[in-house]
């Protein structure tokens, strides 16, 4: 046995067995080689230009986000209990906030890691090569998708940790304990949002053959959600549950239909996400408190309770979650049936 491979043959061959070779059985756990894997994907990714690319439009991006919004701090807010929070709210025309860029760059970034991970294996000829290592299919698969997820973890924490550092070099005070858990927790629900989108590059790279291909297939169902969904969603509930008489529960039903529609699309979940917890006003997602606002009372500008606001979202994140799952595990059932030969 060598390498965890072992051939089996009978020990006395009949005139059929002479003709093929000893079948050979793998041993041991299929997770062989996932560590391998991933510190290998990871070392690709940080080395290669297309990373070092991002990095610079990632430092643009984030660094002028964080010096317009320091800049609007330092004359527009005095006495703010969540004053690093606005560090990622606040913009200036023609520049938005920090959290209006969130999901266009994080789409792309998760995208540009594997739209190639599987496919570019073929091109180039060394997927047989790698699999006759003791390496299975789940590692491999695996490994390519945790190397990506933990490189664009740590490309976002570098932001996170950027956009901090600023705000303590220019405004001169630490942040609260609740404000660094929601931006752990904004940090969190990033990397999750961005799972979605590995997990979905990813099946198009085991399903396509082509890189190219894998990459437009992506870019476009990121345009089609980014774009498109909310106007479809729009003319769905309009369709579904048009207004006869014009009445308050007409259009709060429209409304709340529509809502349920947009759902669907992880850019929506994750604007949600943002909402409540760098906002810690917001009380609620219904459509109702949206349209009118808070109750009058004596608590109604109080600001919500971390805990309270991660209970607010919590079905948005675990939705995140579960689609990531599902798309894995169809990039898994698609990888498993498809033929590789030396």
Do not use: C
């Not at 690319?53 to 317009?68: D, F, P």
Request: aromatic share 10%.
């Amino acid at each position: 046995m060598t390498d965890g491979v072992k051939l089996v043959s009978s020990s006395r061959p009949g005139p059929a067995q002479a003709a093929h070779p000893p079948v050979r059985v793998r041993e041991g756990s299929p997770w062989i080689g996932l560590g391998a894997v991933i510190t290998k994907e990871m070392a690709d990714h940080f080395t290669s230009i297309r990373m070092i690319i991002l990095e610079l439009l990632i430092v643009l991006v984030s660094g002028g986000t964080a010096y317009v919004a320091i800049s609007n701090i330092r004359t527009n807010i005095s006495q703010d209990p969540f004053l690093f929070m606005n560090l990622f709210t606040t913009g200036q025309d023609p520049l938005p906030a920090f959290i209006g860029f969130l999901p266009i760059l994080v789409p792309l970034i998760a995208i540009s890691l594997v739209f190639d991970s599987i496919n570019g294996e073929f091109t180039k000829r060394t997927m047989s090569r790698i699999l006759s290592q003791p390496i299975y299919r789940d590692a491999l698969l695996m490994g390519k998708f945790l190397g990506a997820l933990a490189t664009l973890a740590m490309v976002l924490t570098a932001i996170w940790l950027l956009i901090i550092g600023l705000g303590l070099l220019t405004l001169g005070v630490p942040p609260s304990l609740e404000e660094v858990v929601r931006m752990f927790a904004l940090l969190l629900a990033t990397i999750f949002f961005g799972g979605i989108w590995i997990a979905l590059a990813m099946v198009f790279s085991v399903a396509f053959r082509s890189p190219a291909t894998a990459a437009l297939a992506s870019i476009a169902v990121w345009l089609f959600f980014f774009i498109m969904w909310d106007i479809l969603a729009s003319f769905l509930a309009q369709g579904l549950s048009p207004m006869q008489f014009g009445t308050a529960d007409e259009v709060l039903a429209q409304a709340n239909l529509q809502q349920t529609i947009s759902r669907i699309s992880p850019n929506y979940l994750f604007s949600e996400i943002m909402v409540a917890i760098l906002n810690p006003a917001v009380r609620s997602l219904s459509i109702p408190f949206l349209l009118m606002g808070p109750p009058a009372g004596a608590l109604a500008n109080a600001p919500l309770p971390v805990g309270q606001s991660l209970l607010l979202v919590w079905p948005q994140i675990t939705a995140l979650i579960a689609v990531t799952i599902l798309l894995f595990a169809l990039a898994y059932v698609l990888f498993q049936r498809q033929e590789i030969r030396a």
